[in-house]
């Protein structure tokens, strides 16, 4: 490698140093729902079992229940179980 592809290799391992992430707030709260995603994505579905595209008529547009934590959407569908397996197809 020419020494101005070390150098420029460098600056970008310095930009992304934990030091330096740890000054700026922004920084550290992006890293943090980053990881949290990532963790929601790779255990959610042994958390919250269930079917995404199962339905259920008689929760139509439920609020929030034990049950259905988020609520369900209009063709009963759980709010929750949804958001973690869409998160694990992204």
Do not use: E, I, K, N
């Amino acid at each position: 490698m020419t020494a101005h592809v070390q150098s420029r290799l460098r600056r970008v391992a310095a930009a992304f140093s934990a030091r330096r992430v740890g000054r700026s707030p922004v920084a550290a709260v992006s890293w943090v729902v980053v990881l949290a995603y990532l963790l929601v994505a790779s255990v959610g579905p042994l958390a919250v079992p269930g079917d995404p595209l199962r339905q259920s008529p008689d929760a139509l547009l439920a609020v929030g229940s034990p049950g259905h934590l988020l609520g369900t959407d209009d063709l009963g569908r759980d709010q929750l179980v949804r958001l973690v397996h869409g998160a694990r197809r992204c």
